[in-house]
């Protein structure tokens, strides 16, 4: 698997598939729009999440602040959460909910904001508890910001959330916990739809890539599940592929073996002979 680069492009198609793994137990009452387009130009929020029915409660926790709007900004890896970043996305929330087809079609007690990054965002608070924000750890790694704010608000913090609920968001990192991936996985295997298996390649896609000596030791593991199997099964292919290649190159060097010997030797099909001939 080519290494990936902590680019957009690569973080937030994740982020958009572990937060519909997230909100899974509500997903027939939500409408996820990743990259929800607010101009004609490239100003785009990260994703917006609608409740179809406004009076349904969302069971996962970054759920429980939810109106019926739902505006996320997303920061991946590297990335910083400054006070820029919070009032740029006040922005969109504001510029949403002028988009409306109607005046006051999108009210604005009906509109959050949520905010995510691994990292705890130290400068950003402590700008925001000087400006009359108040700042409530309402759930583990989940901070509600209330006083002086436009739109009912949270910044969740990745990296010091519970990974037992909230694995998939957990293991968007470079340094992701093997509970956690564990955890991860387990919840995978219960995944049937072809929607939620999208979502969860999406998640081990990134994680897999930035934490490659971590999934390697799991996928060693008997116990691997499925969900995981699938995914690298074009790497474990590979590999097994390569361990193949230098049986074959070690009988020919010492029992002075053709390429053809030596695979008929270690009983390689001959429909498979010509692919390993290719890299000797």
Known sequence: MDKLTLEKTYWHPAFFGATKWELKENKDDLFFDSEYQLSQQALEMDLLVIKKNPSVVVENEIGKLFKQFNVFEYKGIGDSLSIDDYYKTISYGCLYKA??????????????????????????????????????????????????????????????????????????????????????????????????????????????????????????????????KELMKEEIAEERADEKLVDIKNLMDTMDWTPTQAMQALKIPETDQSKYSARL
Not at 111 to 117: A, G
Not at 199 to 204: H, P, T
């Open 99 to 228: 988009l409306g087809e109607h005046v006051n079609e999108i009210p604005a007690e009906e509109l959050t904001l949520t905010m995510i990054r691994e990292a705890y965002p130290r400068e950003l608070f402590k700008i925001l508890e000087g400006s009359d924000v108040v700042i409530t750890e309402k759930y583990k790694g989940i901070y509600y910001l209330t006083g002086k704010v436009l739109f009912d608000t949270q910044i969740i913090v990745t990296g010091n959330m519970d990974g037992k609920k909230h694995p998939g968001l957990k293991i968007l990192s470079k340094n992701a916990e093997e509970d956690d991936v564990r955890t991860f996985l387990q919840e995978a295997e219960q995944a049937k739809e072809p929607g939620e298996l999208n979502d969860i390649d999406a998640v081990l896609q990134v994680s897999v890539s930035e934490n490659a000596e971590l999934f390697d030791k799991i996928r060693r593991d008997e116990r691997m599940c499925q969900a995981l």
